[in-house]
Nanobody
Framework: QVQLVESGGGLVQAGDSLRLSCSAS????????MGWFRQAPGKEREFVAA????????RYADSVKDRFTISRDNAKNTGYLQMNSLKPDDTAVYYC????????????????????WGQGTQVTVSS
């Protein structure tokens, strides 16, 4: 298991930007696929983005494509989610997660494939 801690959330206005960070410790983070998910009040947790352990492949939900960018710095054991042009619909608790089978190249959008989760960081976008 890898331990994950998110940071960088906050209250912003529509159109603003935020960068979330996910700091990892424990097992070798560099071999895991990293994903970001979010959960709005009264809704199920949904996939946002994922990045392969090499950083060479990424995957995005249609709702955030062209606005959000996922990245990672394995030397720092840290992942990032750059969020631009934020909308009120982006309001949610954002979670980072790690998939131990990422070394196989899996880039999953299913929350059940991720075995390690952070505690979440709140992002609130006002209109």
């Amino acid at each position: 298991q890898v331990q994950l801690v998110e940071s960088g959330g906050g209250l912003v206005q529509a159109g603003d930007s935020l960068r979330l960070s996910c700091s990892a410790s424990g097992r070798v983070f560099s071999s895991y696929t990293m994903g970001w998910f979010r959960q709005a009040p009264g809704k199920e947790r949904e996939f946002v983005a994922a990045i392969a352990w090499t950083g060479g492949s990424t995957r995005y939900a249609d709702s955030v494509k062209d606005r959000f960018t996922i990245s990672r710095d394995n030397a720092k054991n840290t992942g990032y989610l750059q969020m631009n042009s934020l909308k009120p619909d982006d309001t949610a608790v954002y979670y980072c997660a790690a998939d131990a089978l990422g070394f196989n190249g899996r880039l999953s959008s299913r929350s059940g494939d991720y075995g390690s989760w952070g505690q979440g960081t709140q992002v609130t976008v006002s209109s």
